[in-house]
């Protein structure tokens, strides 16, 4: 029996992570973190002071998190064989989600209108798009108004209002309603990468 949680460190995800670093800042304890989420105190302090020193979250809220290490943003989007130039040009990821599974990751380069796309389901109707395998920045544009309101939707205009937009953009959409449809388990969470900060 490992009563004190000795050995492998427990893996957890950039949002928990975020979770933990936001409570800790706001004076929460490292051996009270620990017992929260049943972890030993060292592993704690190891995802505190060590990975806490890699990922700083400079927003967390309906828009999604921010990363500003390189080093992070690398061990992120790992499955990507992209030098440190080209990641410093795909700086928007998205995970399409099944509850907490990943089905389909996108890293996007926005200026140049560029995506990459790498899928963890075997099955295509669950992919973000679908039998495709290299798409193209047309389809990453129709895949986000698939997850978002229609342009012909009624009263569109008070939808975007309500949703604190001036006009219809789908990535933005996105960005606000986490591509969540009514009935149905699917989600879309973003990940930004702030370029020109010091990495580590």
């Known amino acids: 029996m490992n009563e004190r949680n000795a050995g492998r460190k427990r893996k957890f995800n950039i949002t928990t992570i975020s979770e ?3 409570l800790y800042h706001n004076g929460h304890s490292v051996s009270a973190l620990a017992k929260e989420y049943s972890v030993s105190r060292q592993t704690m302090s190891f995802y505190i ?5 890699e990922i700083e979250i400079l927003s967390k809220d309906e828009d999604g998190l921010v990363v500003r290490s390189l080093s992070y943003w690398k061990k992120l989007n790992r499955d990507f064989v992209l030098n440190d130039d080209e990641l410093n040009d795909y700086t928007l990821r998205l995970d399409y989600m099944l509850d907490e599974k990943v089905l389909t990751t996108i ?4 200026k140049n209108e560029r995506i990459l796309a790498c899928n963890y389901t075997e099955n295509p109707m669950k992919r973000a798009f ?3 395998k290299c798409p193209d920045w047309t389809d990453f544009i129709w895949f986000l108004e698939e997850r978002c309101v229609p342009r012909s939707r009624d009263h569109l205009k008070l939808i975007l209002r309500d949703l604190h937009l001036d006009f219809f953009d789908p990535l933005l959409i996105v960005r606000k309603t986490g ?6 388990r699917r989600y879309i969470r973003i990940t930004d990468f ?3 900060h010091e990495n580590i």
């Open 20 to 22: 933990i670093l936001e």
């Open 49 to 53: 002071h060590d990975l806490g020193t």
């Open 107 to 110: 890293l996007a380069d926005c």
């Open 130 to 132: 679908g039998i495709k």
């Open 179 to 184: 591509g969540r449809m009514a009935e149905d």
């Open 194 to 196: 702030e370029v020109g």
